[in-house]
């Protein structure tokens, strides 16, 4: 019989194939260096995305909760069960998309994919892809310029920014120091949950030796969908206080 791991590797690889997840990011890729606060478009099938997007953005039944961010948000597109449990009946649109740095995001903002909608809370988890070429603070910057930017076009809405997932399978892997700082940067702009809640669920995808599981991370960064399933449950009381549901 298959092994956990195997299926969460067999899962993920059918979205590469789906075209879901239209770049990967790979620890071992150095990416060209980039302005993470200048907006920029991307080419290809990432402008059909957006399209998609500014499409959902105009149905007239709104968006009360969006999901924003790269390949680790877009990934929600496969684990139905969770996310049909989760967050269907929210009324949510997933914004993700494969490859994106924080620059990417920016332009999409800038672009109209908020325009029109009024969701209550914003799930943002951004900057992975921004490791191989930017600096800890470099990638700050740029989320700090997306928290900002969605404070600009949607004044009323609450941003529970999440810190960038824990990558590598190993603690000494260089790149978790990185994330580490990124993280401590970030963590600053919560404000108390009055406009900002920042939420670190990293720990939750290690052992308890720091290493991360394939079947939590089957190539140590995409999650397969026992990891959508720790994500959730651990952001679940802090996105039902932001909603302000009552039971």
């Known amino acids: 019989m298959p092994s956990v791991a195997l299926n969460g590797r067999c899962w993920l690889f059918g979205l590469f194939f789906s075209g879901l997840l239209i770049v990967a990011a790979s620890p071992l890729v150095r990416a060209q260096e980039e302005s993470t606060t200048e907006p920029k478009p991307r080419d290809g099938g990432w402008k059909q995305l957006h399209d998609s997007f500014l499409a959902r953005a105009k149905q007239k039944e709104g968006v009360n909760l969006l999901f924003l961010g790269d390949s680790i948000t877009q990934g929600w597109n496969g684990p139905q069960q969770v996310w049909e449990r989760y967050y269907r009946p929210r009324n949510v649109a997933n914004f993700g998309i494969g490859g994106d740095r924080t620059q990417h995001v920016l332009w999409r903002i800038e672009n109209g994919e908020v325009d029109g909608i009024h969701p209550k809370v914003v799930v943002l988890m951004i900057g992975t892809n921004n490791m191989g070429a930017n600096s800890a603070d470099e990638i700050a910057d740029g989320i700090k310029a997306i928290v900002k930017k969605l404070h600009e076009k949607l004044p009323e809405t609450k941003v529970l ?87």
């Open 161 to 247: 920014l999440l810190g960038v997932f824990p990558r590598g399978e190993r603690p000494d892997d260089p790149v978790r120091d990185k994330v580490k700082a990124v993280n401590e940067k970030i963590a600053k702009l919560d404000d108390g949950g009055k406009s900002v809640k920042y939420l670190d669920i990293g720990p939750r995808f290690m052992s308890e030796d720091g290493t991360i599981s394939t079947a939590i991370m089957p190539d140590f960064l995409h999650l397969t969908q026992k990891g959508y399933r720790v994500w959730a449950d651990a952001m679940e009381p802090t996105l039902w206080s932001m909603l302000d549901e009552k039971k």
